[in-house]
């Protein structure tokens, strides 16, 4: 049973920084590639983030040079680090297999906000 479990998330001031992380259990972690996406209100649900299994990584061209994705194989983990963050950056966080992605999980909350 695939389980995606996603945390870090929370209020922030614009500028600040927060890093999330996705917990994947059921899967074999480290031969998929591994998107963070995220949805806000009343707009679809976009990839900002995607690292493949050999670590190769790219990035939305609203993120580029503020976020980071990394992969801990190890931990079956993948992390966003969010820097410089802006209102705009306000949304659910989701983590999935990209480009297929899983049965989606909760998300974490995001807020940017002074």
């Known amino acids: 049973q695939v389980q995606l479990v996603e945390s870090g998330g929370g209020l922030v001031q614009p500028g600040g920084s927060l890093r999330l992380s996705c917990a994947a259990s059921?899967?074999?972690?480290?031969?998929?590639?591994m998107g963070w996406y995220r949805q806000a209100p009343g707009k679809q649900r976009e990839l900002v983030a995607a690292?493949?299994?050999?670590?190769?990584?790219n990035y939305s061209n609203s993120v580029k040079g503020r976020f980071t994705i990394s992969r801990d194989n190890a931990k079956n983990t993948v992390y966003l680090q969010m820097n410089s963050l802006k209102p705009e950056d306000t949304a659910v966080y989701f983590c999935n297999r990209h480009p297929v992605p899983f049965t989606w999980g909760q998300g974490t909350q995001v807020t940017v906000s002074s």
């Open positions: 059921g899967i074999m972690f480290r031969i998929y590639a």
């Open positions: 690292v493949t299994s050999a670590g190769s990584k």
